[in-house]
């Protein structure tokens, strides 16, 4: 017996009946589990009325709070690509000792709580922590102010680009780059004119995914935060308070946000699968 071939065309089984089972049951779990909570949100959030959805998105501690997502989103996320890209590349193109350990470490936000990782910066940062001394000494605040924002969302995301790219840069190998060093290319030219047009659309998708992570993490930044209204509390932490407080409209409009994003980063990674599915394929493997 011999194996098969890629060139091989693909043997499909049809199951008269069990198909229509199958898609009746994902029909129902995506129903149960995905539109149906996306329909009480905006249900809920417009209960009383566009104007009183509005007006909950106008509200002092709602602006702050989307200001300061946005703003922690567009730190952490171009940290996190430029990472993400330096990962990728040392990993996939060159052998040095340590690899696999950096692979791992690339890996460990996946396994432990978001929790754990805002935990971590409260005890390096915090008043009691190993460096809080020194940062009261020279009036530098780290927890419950931005920087710790930043930094506990760049732990638990930071894995998202670093792992589109890896598998994708390994498939490519190192020829094209090797050429262009043969030819007398710099380092950086060559980086900007062959590795990055080979990575933009996968470098693309994974910032999108990390991006849609960054705005919606709860649990990292709910440890540094210290839930100060209009000062730490992000998106999440404001739909945490307002439903806290019994204000369903101004929570659900939060999370209507929240939800909204989900759908747009949705349809860009749809979109994104679609028009390049062939350079996308690989990151599907790891």
């Keep these: 017996m011999t194996a098969a071939t890629s060139s091989e065309p693909m043997v499909r089984v049809r199951l008269p009946g069990v198909a229509l089972v199958m898609v009746a049951v994902s029909v129902l779990v995506m129903a149960g589990l995905i539109l149906l909570p996306l329909y009480v949100v905006f249900h809920e959030a417009l209960l009383k ?3 009183q959805y509005l007006e909950a998105l106008k509200e002092p501690d709602a602006i702050s709070a989307i200001r300061l997502t946005l703003l922690v989103a567009a730190i952490a996320v171009p940290l996190n690509a430029v990472f ?21 470490l690339i ?3 996946f396994s432990i709580s978001p929790v754990v990782s805002g935990l971590v910066w409260v005890l390096l940062f915090g008043a009691q ?16 102010a931005v920087p710790g924002l930043v930094l506990a969302t760049i732990l638990v995301t930071f894995p998202f680009v670093a792992r589109e790219l890896i598998p994708l840069m390994q498939q490519q190998g190192a020829d094209e780059e090797a050429a262009a060093l043969t030819l007398g290319a710099s ?7 062959v590795t990055l047009p080979n990575i933009r659309w996968a470098l693309l998708y994974g910032v999108l995914l990390c991006n849609a992570r960054a705005m919606g993490e709860f649990g990292a930044v709910s440890v540094v935060s210290g839930h100060i209204r209009g000062l730490t509390n992000t998106l999440p932490l404001h739909v945490e308070v307002l ?9 659900f409009a939060a999370a209507s946000l929240l939800a909204g994003l989900g759908i747009v980063t949705l349809v860009l990674k749809t979109v994104l699968e679609w028009r390049h599915s062939g350079e996308l394929s690989a990151g599907r493997k790891h």
């Design 129 to 144: 922590g190993l460096f809080g001394q020194w940062l009261l000494d020279h009036d530098l605040k780290v927890i419950f």
């Design 187 to 193: 380092g950086f030219t060559t980086f900007r004119r």
């Design 243 to 251: 439903y806290n407080d019994y204000d369903s409209v101004g929570a």
């Design 84 to 104: 993400g890209v330096a990962a990728a590349w040392a990993i996939s193109k060159f052998e040095f000792r340590g690899k696999s350990v950096l692979l791992t």
């Design 107 to 109: 890996d460990l936000p």
């Design 49 to 51: 009325g566009l104007p």
